[in-house]
Structure formats: C-alpha cells, structure tokens
C-alpha cells in the first residue's frame, strides 16, 4: 500500500510514467530495447536533464531562470570558435566559459535579490541580450569547427563494454552532476533554497543570508547551462540556434518530475526523470506519427497543469497557517540542550 501511495504522489508519479512510455516505445520500437539504441537516448537526454538539475535549483528557491537557452548557444559559440582545432585551448576556453557562466548567473542572482526585480524579468533581458550578442558575432549563420578532442565530450564515449556496448561520456558527466546536485541539496545551502521558497520569511527570521542562497542557485543554473553546451557542441555542432527553447523544455521537465512551481516543494532526482519522460513522450509522439511542431503544445499544456496544481498547493499552504522556521542544518538538535543547538544553527546557518 505505502509503494503504491507512492507511486501515485506528485514526487513517484514521474517515474511510473517514465516506465509507461519506456514500455510503449519500446512496443512501437523494439529496437530501443537494444543496450546501443538505449545508450544513444541517454546521451541524448543527457544535456537536457543536466540543464533541469540547474533549474531545479533556482525553481525550488521560488524564481525562474529564463536565460539557459541563450546562454547554452553562447557558450557553444564561445567554445567553437575559440578552441578551433588547437587541442592546447580546450582546457583555457572551458575555464573561460566557467567563468563567463558565473558571471551571468552572479548578475541575475543580485539583480533580483538586492534590486527585488522578478527573476521573469531579469533572466528574460539577459536572454535577450545573449541572444543579442550571439546574433552580432555570428550574424545568424554557422560559426566555427572545435578540435574533434573536444566535441568527443560530447559524442564519445567508453565503447566495447559487456551488455552495455557503449557508455557516452554525457551520461557519465549527468551521473555525476547528478550526484552533486543530490550533495548540494542535503548541505545547509540546499535546505535553505527549499526553505526559501516555501516561507522567505521564516528564513529571515531563522537568520540564514537569503539573497545569497539564492544567487548561488543562479549560478549553478548557469554552470548547468554551460556544461550541457559542452555536450551539443559534441553532436549538434556550432550553430547560433543549439540551445534555443532549452530553458522551457528544462522548466517543463522540472515541473513534470513533481517540483511545485513558486518554490518549497519537489525532488531534484524528479526534475531528471522528468527530462527522461518528457524526451520518451516525444519520442512516443514521434513514432505514432504526431507533427513535431506539437511539442511546444505539449510543453504548454504541462506547464499550465503545473501552475493550477501549485496554485492549489498555495491554498492548502495558507489554509495550515504560519509554518516554524526551518532547521537549515545537517544535524538534529540535541534535545538536552535546546538553548546551546539553537545558538549552533544559528551561527552555522548565517555562515553558509
């Protein structure tokens, strides 16, 4: 009873989906079932669901980040035409688009927590003004042919492997993105990003440095964005339009894995598999036959599902009245010395 109460909450529903469309393509398709065709859709999956462990982040905290997309097709810019086909750049290029990455997302992180300017507004004008950018540079056209050392980050992989046949690098880099995510969320600043969005206020008053919690989601939404346009750069090449719309498909996938729009509520391995059934309900699409210019519509019609179901979650949250302030540490108070572990969270709290 508990697995199937389970399987039907918002926070399991994404994986039985998941295996519901598996199964259905794979009865289309037989051929998927094959440990190559399987792999070759991991890799593909891959940098959406590594950019959806970005938004997570910044949803969970109550905010949006509308600049992914741009900002996947400016770093893919970025690394084809400034590695070119000297191997020796690869490493000084990928630090200057780790930098560059933290700089968009330090902007867009200060910019709504000290200037209180929506983060709707704020990640849309540097959308805009990415997209700007990489339209002046390239002037719309194809730009650029990285060494292929580094576009092997994105298409290669470990091949000749038993079962398996072929690991791509990409699924080992979401794996262990993934894996850090995961780590991040169990640390005081992943605990106050949910706390955040669920009662801002209660977080003040538990003395945790909000403005920059949220900040640093930014920029892991931005370092997310840029390490999934590594990967394109592997397959679908140096193009001003690889990563266009990337940053609804990663909202979409967020909010199908059961993370609740407006913050407080979800589950960072939900927002991944959410990426996984949204490619296999595609794919599904595709096999039966369903235009693919549908798939905005599917997109929509998901979000606006997800926005009445956080809308009620809203309600329900206003109707059990005001909320304690959050325990934002690792550890459980001891409960023979309740005025010491306060005085401990407080002070660990405001030096995260």
Do not use: C
């Amino acid at each position: 009873m508990n697995a199937l109460r389970t399987l039907v909450s918002p926070r399991g529903a994404v994986f039985l989906l998941l295996v519901v469309l598996l199964v259905a393509v794979t009865i289309l398709n037989p051929s998927f079932a094959e440990p190559g065709q399987f792999m070759r859709f991991l890799q593909r999956v891959a940098p959406i669901a590594i950019v959806a462990i970005g938004q997570y982040f910044v949803i969970i905290a109550g905010e949006f980040d509308l600049s992914q997309g741009s900002l996947i097709t400016a770093q893919v810019i970025i690394a084809g035409n400034l590695v070119g086909q000297d191997d020796a750049r690869t490493v000084p290029v990928l630090l200057l688009m780790v930098v560059f990455a933290v700089a968009v997302g330090l902007v867009n992180g200060v910019i709504t927590t000290l200037l209180k300017v929506p983060s709707f507004i704020v990640t849309l004008g540097m959308m805009l003004a990415l997209l700007g950018g990489v339209m002046w540079w390239t002037g719309g056209a194809a730009t650029g042919n990285p060494a292929d050392s580094f576009r092997e980050i994105g298409r290669g992989g470990i091949r000749d492997i038993p079962l398996l046949d072929f690991l791509p690098w990409a699924v080992l880099l979401l794996i262990a993105w993934l894996a850090l995510g995961i780590w991040i969320t169990k640390r005081p600043l992943g605990k106050t990003l949910i706390a955040v969005g669920d009662n801002a206020r209660a977080v003040d008053y538990a003395g945790a440095r909000r403005a920059w919690a949220t900040t640093r989601a930014f920029i892991i939404s931005s370092l997310s964005a840029s390490l999934s346009a590594v990967l394109l750069v592997g397959y679908a090449g140096v193009h001003p339009s690889v990563g266009r719309g990337y940053e609804f498909t990663a909202i979409t996938a967020v909010v199908l894995g059961g993370v609740v729009l407006g913050g407080g509520r979800g589950w960072i391995v939900g927002a991944v598999a959410g990426a996984f059934a949204l490619e296999a309900l595609f794919m599904l699409l595709n096999i039966a036959g369903v235009p693919s210019t549908l798939r905005d519509a599917v997109q929509g019609v998901i979000i606006i599902a997800a926005v009445a179901y956080s809308a009620v979650a809203f309600r329900a949250r206003r109707k059990r009245g005001p909320q304690p302030p959050p325990d934002l540490t690792t550890e459980e108070p001891a409960p023979t010395r309740t005025i010491h572990t306060n005085s401990t969270i407080h002070t660990e709290t405001r030096g995260d």
